[in-house]
Structure formats: C-alpha cells, structure tokens
C-alpha cells in the first residue's frame, strides 16, 4: 500500500526556518518525481515545488512564490522527501502536501502537515 | 504561466443528477490534466489522471473528458459522499497549476 507521511510541521516566527519530511512506502521511491503542494485555511490548493528522479538528475523547480526562499531535497536510501523553508512569511501559513508523480501523472498524497508562521 | 479557469465555482444538486465540472487552460495542455476531490480536513484524493484515465480504485461514476484547452469532469450520478470541492490541475509545464476549485454542495 503507497503511503506518504508528511511531518515536521509547526509554529515558527516570520523570518524563521522550518524542514517538513515526506516519509514514502509501499512503491519504489527512487523512482518517482516527489511534488509539494500547500493550501492555506479556506483556500485552493497551491503548487510548492518538485523534486525528479535521479534519473532526471533530481532535477527540482519551484513557484515563483517561494523560489530563493524554499528548497526540495530527496534521500533515496531512507525514502524520504524534504522541504526546506527559510525566510518564513505569515503568507507561507498552509497545510503542506507532499504527492507522488510516478510517470508524471499524480497519484497520491499524503494527509498533510500545518506550518504556521506568526510572531 | 498557464492558468487554470474551472467553473461552476459552485453548485447545488441532488442524490441522482448528472454533474459536470469544466476547466480550461490558458493555452494547450494536450492530456496533461488532473482532477482531485477533497473533502472538508482531508487531503485531496486523486480521480482523474492523463484527462480522462480513472485512477485505481475510484468508481466509474467518475469520468474525464477533453484534450487541448478545454476539459470536464461528469460525475453520472450523485451520491452523498461526492458532496466535496473538486480542483483540476494541468501538467504539462512549470509551474503546475490548479483550478480556483468547484464545491459541490446538497441542494
């Protein structure tokens, strides 16, 4: 069974630093690009970013949003995708998806994780 | 950026009537179009991939249709556990983008 487990998420002041993991079992998570996409409370869902493959040599792209400030990374060996956050906003306030495109097409998500930046 | 356009942005219907969504894109997409249902605090869930394949696992009351700029999404007959915000989501280049969101609600 594909499962995504997001976590890491929390209260951090503007201007300050967080890393959300996305913990993946039940495929083969070397080979599938690994995406971040985020919703504020009562809003649409929002593209983060996106790690590739190290087939694609983990090729990453993110919203203009929040290029320069947030970085996607992978750990094939634990199965693992990360988001790296700095120079938190109160904007970036959202739940954090992470979702699997194996083949480009989106498949599954995982249950979410609050990240809420205010002083 | 392509931008996605979904309309209604919400509707009322009943158990047993025919729904359909559309979205449409800013410039052509071929097939890479998703939809997803997301239902109060859950994660979205995945129905539609490649515009009209249905993911593994969701009922066939489910169908996608369109290719190029203009896509829909028909749910055949209604049931009381479709009632939900439905997005699309286009593919084919960066940034990937949603829809505003279609909510469907019981009338």
């Known amino acids: 069974e594909v499962q995504l487990v997001e976590s890491g998420g929390g209260l951090v002041q503007p201007g300050g630093s967080l890393k959300l993991s996305c913990a993946a079992s039940g495929f083969t998570f070397s080979g599938s690009a690994m995406h971040w996409v985020r919703q504020a409370s009562g809003k649409g869902l929002e593209w983060v970013g996106l790690?590739?493959?190290?087939?694609?040599?983990?090729?990453?792209a993110y919203a203009a949003s929040v290029k320069g400030r947030f970085t996607i990374s992978r750990d094939d060996s634990k199965n693992t995708a990360y988001l790296q956050m700095n120079s938190l906003k109160t904007e970036d306030t959202a739940v954090y998806y992470c979702?699997?495109?194996?083949?480009?097409?989106?498949?599954?998500w995982g249950q979410g994780t609050l990240v809420t930046v205010s002083s | 950026d392509i931008q996605m356009t979904q309309s209604p942005s919400s509707l009322s219907a009943s158990v047993g009537d025919r729904v359909t969504i559309t979205c449409r894109a800013s410039?052509?997409?071929?097939?890479?179009l998703a939809w997803f249902q997301q239902k109060p605090g859950k994660a979205p869930k995945s129905l539609i991939y490649a515009a009209s394949s249905l993911q593994s696992g969701v009922p066939s009351k489910f169908s996608g249709s369109g290719s190029g700029t203009d896509f829909t999404l028909t749910i055949s007959s209604l049931q009381p556990e479709d009632f939900a915000t439905y997005y699309c989501q286009q593919y084919k280049s960066n940034p990937l983008t949603f829809g505003g969101g279609t909510k469907v609600e019981i009338k």
């Open positions: 979702t699997r495109h194996p083949n480009e097409d989106p498949d599954y």
């Open positions: 410039q052509g997409i071929s097939n890479y």
């Open positions: 790690i590739r493959s190290k087939a694609n040599s983990y090729a990453t």
